[in-house]
């Protein structure tokens, strides 16, 4: 069993899309039952809202939903979970000094460290932009969810 939880900032976009489209992955691929997974965010501004509607909607056109409720990281994560995946490098760094050893440091990875397109770079934080931001969000987040049951399966 491999525990993983993705992280942003709210913990309404970027991490409740990566955690619904790993769990769709695992499914089609019939490996449910080789991981936990959860999302998390350090702002904790959205405690207990559900993913942003605009995510939401953009998800269910590619017939994805994304059920998660926001909520902020907690130290328990950092023990609990055997990879943090974050989305950004402000992210990066919160998680990071949340750590207490090396081998805590150890578990905190950029999401997208493996992307051939653009190793190590950001999800870009599509809150702010229009509808086209979160169609991008979608494809960099799917893509990057391939890649990463590919290497853990
Ligand atoms: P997320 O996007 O980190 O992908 O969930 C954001 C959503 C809300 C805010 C920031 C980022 N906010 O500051 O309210």
């Given at each position: ?72 990281i907690t130290a328990n994560d950092i023990q ?18 949340l750590c207490k ?53």
């Open positions: 069993m491999q525990k993983i939880v993705f992280v942003c900032l709210g913990n309404i976009c970027r991490s409740p899309l990566a955690e619904a489209l790993f769990q769709n992955e695992i499914e089609k691929r019939g490996m449910t039952h080789l991981f936990e997974l959860d999302s998390c965010g350090t702002n904790g501004l959205h405690n207990g809202e559900r993913a942003d509607a605009r995510t939401r909607k953009n998800a269910i056109a590619h017939g994805i939903e994304v059920p998660s409720i926001s909520r902020k609990h979970f055997d990879l943090l995946l974050t989305m950004d490098d402000e992210v990066q760094s919160k998680v990071l000094n050893t090396e081998e805590e440091k150890q578990k905190v990875v950029l999401f997208r460290e493996f992307d051939p397109k653009s190793p190590g770079s950001e999800v870009p934080d599509p809150w702010y932009g229009g509808d086209e931001g979160f169609e991008n969000v979608f494809q960099i987040v799917k893509e990057n969810t391939e890649i990463w049951v590919n290497r853990l399966c």
